[in-house]
């Protein structure tokens, strides 16, 4: 249900790399800038998201599991499921949905 990808910090540099990084009919593309150790509170998402790490390092609370994630990580998760975030160190974010 839940998958992190790290497809951007496992790209190599060599030579020309193109890859499909999500494939998605977004609404919104949310950007979240989150000072170290302040919370995004509790709330639901309407729709399936999925957050993409730009810098930084947060811990994302879901479903009474914490998932730790890193500059480039991308992060997806279900419609109507109750978490919330917290930033280890200064961190930014996008959110699409």
């Known amino acids: 249900m839940y998958e992190i990808n790290d497809i951007i910090n496992k790209t190599s540099f060599e030579g020309l790399q193109v890859g499909k990084l999500l494939d998605f009919n977004a609404s919104e593309i949310l950007q979240i800038s989150l000072e170290t150790n302040t919370v995004f509170p509790k709330h639901i998402s309407p729709t ?10 947060i811990t994302f ?4 599991t914490e998932y730790e994630l890193l500059k480039h990580q991308i992060f997806k998760f279900p419609k109507n499921v109750e978490h919330w975030v917290k930033a280890i160190t200064n961190s930014k974010f996008l959110i699409i949905r």
Do not use: Q, S, Y
């Not at 399936?48 to 390092?57: R, S």
């Not at 609370?61 to 009474?64: C, K, M, V």
């Open 48 to 57: 399936d998201a999925t957050l993409l790490v730009l810098e930084g390092k």
């Open 61 to 64: 609370f879901i479903n009474n």
